[in-house]
């Protein structure tokens, strides 16, 4: 199992100081409330996080979490919803069904989302949260506030979002 990072910008565009907005751009996190996932792995990505950990947060997602995410909100090129007929008709060779066996391949690591973008779009735009934030959206994590890394509990924030 390959972990994969769901990575949410939290922060708006404007104070944002342009080597931020950069690697921001690079990660493809182009407005407030879109969501990336790469897999933890990923050459440099730990310092792209440790560069815009004061804009975004991220943690490991979970496979229900992934299944709901794709079936919320995943789009194809063009805007088109996905769905398990989609999936199945796309990865036929794969072998893969449905958007469970979609979600599989990505945590397995089979399969790697964002160089899937002319199948799947890589960013997911997402609602804000369901009841506010839990704590300030401009202090980290630790210290009561939802900037930078969670862990698990980004699976929390992900399913009052979609």
Excluded at 19 to 24: F, I, P, S
Excluded at 41 to 51: H, I, S
């Amino acid at each position: 199992m390959v972990k994969l990072y769901a990575i949410l910008r939290i922060r708006g565009q404007s104070d944002t100081p342009p080597d931020v907005e950069y690697t921001l751009k690079l990660l493809r996190l182009h407005k407030k409330y879109h969501l990336v996932i790469y897999p933890a792995e990923q050459p440099g990505l730990e310092g792209m996080l440790e560069k815009v950990k004061d804009w975004v947060t991220w943690g490991e997602i979970n496979k229900p979490t992934l299944v709901k995410l794709f079936k919320a909100r995943g789009r194809a090129s063009g805007g088109i919803r996905i769905t398990d007929e989609y999936i199945a008709k796309v990865f036929a060779e794969q072998g893969i069904k449905d958007i469970e066996g979609f979600a599989e391949a990505l945590l397995e690591g089979k399969l790697v989302l964002h160089k899937l973008e002319n199948i799947v779009k890589p960013v997911f735009r997402l609602h804000p949260p369901r009841g506010g934030f839990d704590g300030s959206s401009k202090k980290p994590f630790n210290m009561k506030g939802e900037l930078g890394y969670r862990g698990e509990k980004i699976n929390e924030l992900i399913e009052r979002m979609l």
